[in-house]
C-alpha cells in the first residue's frame, strides 16, 4: 500500500536554504515554482528570449532569466 505525505512530513528548511532554477513554465514547470516560491524558497526560472511565457512568469512574482544557446543557434 502506498503511503500518503504531508506536509508536516517534510523539512522545509533543507530546500528553502537553497536557490532553485526551473527551467520552462509549462505545465509542470509554472507548478513547480510556484509552490517552491509559495514555500519560501529563491525561485529562478529560464526561458528562451522570445518566450511566451515570460510575462506570465514575471506577474507571477517569480524572476526570470534568459537560457543560453549553443553556437549553432539551438537552445542546447
Do not use: C, F
Not at 8 to 36: E, F, M
Not at 39 to 61: D, E, P, R, W
Amino acid at each position: 500500500m502506498a503511503k500518503t505525505y504531508y506536509d508536516q512530513d517534510a523539512d522545509l528548511s533543507l530546500i528553502q536554504a537553497k536557490k532553485v532554477a526551473i527551467i520552462g513554465y509549462g505545465s509542470q514547470g509554472h507548478a513547480h515554482a510556484l509552490n517552491l516560491k509559495d514555500s519560501g524558497v529563491q525561485v529562478k526560472v529560464g526561458l528562451a528570449t522570445n518566450s511566451k511565457s515570460i510575462a506570465k512568469a514575471q506577474k507571477a512574482g517569480l524572476e526570470v532569466t534568459p537560457l543560453p544557446r549553443s553556437p549553432s543557434g539551438r537552445m542546447w
